[in-house]
């Protein structure tokens, strides 16, 4: 059975020449955002989902952690796992004891948590909008709005910490009226990995179902 993490569905990831004209303020916080990621061997952090759908009457919580070194992640939430070496994806399903496997295609994939920081550098014009106070935190919200005109999201708000440069929670906003924010907490940085962080280890699922989409 196919399955799609729902957490994947941030945001779609664009393959489009960056805006000529971007607004600078807001262009040098996400660069100093992207920076300090991106200086980073690996971090990891809890995070809450949220989707809603008023018109649908739907809100709906995820909680879980995530772990992040590079192009690589691992994340767990609600009895399921997606893990992310860069090259393959595994979708584990505990419930069904289910493991789907996928190419990883950067080009044409939904946002994954270690692009977070760096979305906004392809097909997405930026936009300053306030500073405001979040948990108590100085921050700044920062509006993308993609070039393409036929992508289902029309606007993605991120919250950055004005300080350290953190981000607080990436929110997304769908033409069909979803809501979906992504919120990191308890941000720990340079944490242990090694390679197996990031494969899916068949031998620790005993009857495990491969269901290979590759």
């Given at each position: 059975m196919t399955k799609h993490f729902s957490l994947l569905a941030l945001a779609a990831t664009l393959a489009l020449p960056a805006a000529a004209q971007q607004d600078p303020k807001a262009g040098k916080i996400l660069d100093a955002v992207s920076a300090k990621y991106t200086a980073l061997k690996s971090f990891q952090a809890s995070f809450t989902q949220t989707l809603e759908n008023p018109a649908a009457?739907?809100?709906?919580?995820?909680?879980?952690d995530v772990t992040v070194s590079g192009?690589?992640?691992h994340l767990k939430a609600s009895g399921q796992e997606v893990i992310n070496d860069g090259k393959t994806t595994w979708t584990y399903l505990k419930n069904e004891n289910e493991v789907n496997i996928s190419e990883s295609d950067p080009t044409n994939q939904d946002m994954s948590p270690a692009q977070m920081y760096t979305m906004y550098k392809k097909g997405y014009k930026y936009t300053y909008v306030?500073?405001?106070?979040?948990?108590?935190?100085?921050?700044?919200?920062?509006?993308l709005s993609p070039e393409d005109r036929k992508?289902?999201?029309?606007?993605?708000?991120?919250?950055?910490?004005?300080?350290?440069?953190?981000?607080?929670?990436v929110k997304t906003f769908k033409k069909n009226g979803t809501r979906t924010t992504f919120t990191l907490k308890n941000f720990k940085?340079?944490?242990?990995?090694?390679?197996?962080?990031?494969?899916?280890?068949?031998?620790?699922?005993?009857?495990v179902k491969v269901v290979d989409l590759r």
């Open positions: 009457k739907l809100k709906q919580n995820i909680t879980g192009q690589k992640y306030k500073s405001l106070k979040d948990a108590g935190v100085a921050s700044d919200l920062i509006e992508n289902d999201v029309f606007k993605v708000q991120i919250v950055v910490g004005t300080a350290d440069k953190a981000i607080h929670s940085a340079n944490v242990p990995v090694t390679a197996t962080s990031f494969a899916f280890d068949k031998a620790q699922h005993p009857g």
